[in-house]
């Protein structure tokens, strides 16, 4: 049974930073493509930045700079490091894992940036 299991998501203020992580299981984590979406409410589901299986990234422009995509394969795990924050961050944010058309999600973890 696969699973994606995001963590590290709460409130904080503009300008501040949040570290989330989703750990997986069920799945040869290093064979996949990993990743990191958000949803804010009334918006589609958009892409925040992906990382290949050799470690390549790839970042929404509206992130780049300010967030940071690793993985741990030993650990089963990826990472977004999230600096500078800003209102507009304020979404539920997802992880996801792919390989040959094959896909997984999380369920989610809410990020919210206010003073």
């Known amino acids: 049974q696969v699973q994606l299991v995001e963590s590290g998501g709460g409130l904080v203020q503009p300008g501040g930073s949040l570290r989330l992580s989703c750990a997986a299981s069920?799945?040869?984590?290093?064979?996949?493509?990993m990743g990191w979406y958000r949803q804010a409410p009334g918006k589609q589901r958009e892409l925040v930045a992906t990382?290949?299986?050799?470690?390549?990234?790839n970042y929404a422009d509206s992130v780049k700079g300010r967030f940071t995509i690793s993985r741990d394969n030993a650990k089963n795990t990826e990472y977004l490091q999230m600096n500078s924050l800003k209102p507009e961050d304020t979404a539920i944010y997802y992880c996801?894992?792919?390989?040959?058309?094959?896909?997984?999600w999380g369920q989610g973890t809410q990020v919210t940036v206010s003073s």
């Open positions: 996801n894992a792919h390989v040959a058309g094959t896909g997984y």
């Open positions: 069920g799945i040869i984590f290093r064979f996949y493509v």
């Open positions: 990382i290949t299986t050799g470690g390549s990234t």
